[in-house]
């Protein structure tokens, strides 16, 4: 057995996230303990990139949503579609309104961030009552904006009772990236992978690149699992 994997039985009870002294910003990276990718997609505002979703419901492909209580609130017909899967889709907390679990004044990627305890408290269990109120389980893992954390946010976060999602590969850098590139970054993950990725820009080339590498890899026999039915085992952070 792997005793720094996490299950979802263990959830609650053990941090994901290695303590990282003397950093101002944690990016917390994990993986899978198991022969299999876990694709993740933050959805944070706007819209739906159905080039993704097609693909995913096509192959029926698991895939774990990090959600924002405004996407959902502006997408209910693809919330439907996903509430439809729920063996396929694990919806879960991206926060309120898309706010980064960051304290004081810094400002990453040029965001406003939480700034407080208590807005960051806010920012995430109004995200997980968002999903609730689709009729889906109660998140129980975080991803917050920009995916950075204060230091000191990150055993509040698991002290209200979510894990935080890390990742092993980065997609699409915030579905900034041109479709090659995406294709050919998602195309290479390895069994073990936690992909990051985003399915709310249908208006950038990135999606479609992302659609691509995930056919590949499925072409390639890779099996998918969600965040929700996996263990996962913490990787060194990365600080900023």
Do not use: K
Request: proline share 7%; glycine share 10%; aromatic share 4%.
């Amino acid at each position: 057995m792997c005793t720094s994997c996490v299950s979802r039985r263990s959830l609650l009870a053990a941090a994901v996230v290695p303590f990282c002294p003397g950093a101002s910003l944690v990016e917390p990276r994990m993986a899978l303990a198991a022969p299999a990718v876990a694709l993740t997609l933050d959805a944070c505002m706007g819209g739906v990139d159905r080039r993704i979703l097609d693909v995913l419901l096509a192959r029926r492909i698991p895939a774990t949503l990090f959600v924002t209580g405004r996407w959902l609130r502006a997408n209910p017909e693809t919330v439907a579609v996903l509430r439809a899967n729920p063996g396929q889709f694990s919806l879960q907390d991206h926060g309120a309104r898309h706010v980064p679990a960051v304290l004081g004044a810094l400002r990453p990627y040029g965001l406003r961030v939480a700034g407080s305890m208590d807005a960051v408290r806010a920012e995430v269990l109004g995200g997980a009552d968002s999903v609730a109120a689709t009729g889906a389980t109660r998140p129980t893992w975080y991803r917050g904006a920009t995916a950075l954390y204060s230091p000191e946010a990150i055993p509040a976060i698991e002290g209200w009772g979510f894990a935080i999602a890390g990742f092993s590969l980065n997609a699409d850098d915030g579905a900034s990236l041109p479709a090659a590139a995406v294709a050919r970054r998602v195309a290479a993950a390895r069994p073990g992978d936690v992909v990051i990725g985003h399915i709310n820009h249908p208006e950038r080339s990135a999606g479609a690149g992302l659609a691509e590498g995930v056919a590949a890899l499925a072409d390639r026999g890779m099996r998918f699992a969600t965040l929700e039915e996996a263990q996962v085992t913490p990787l060194p952070c990365v600080t900023r």
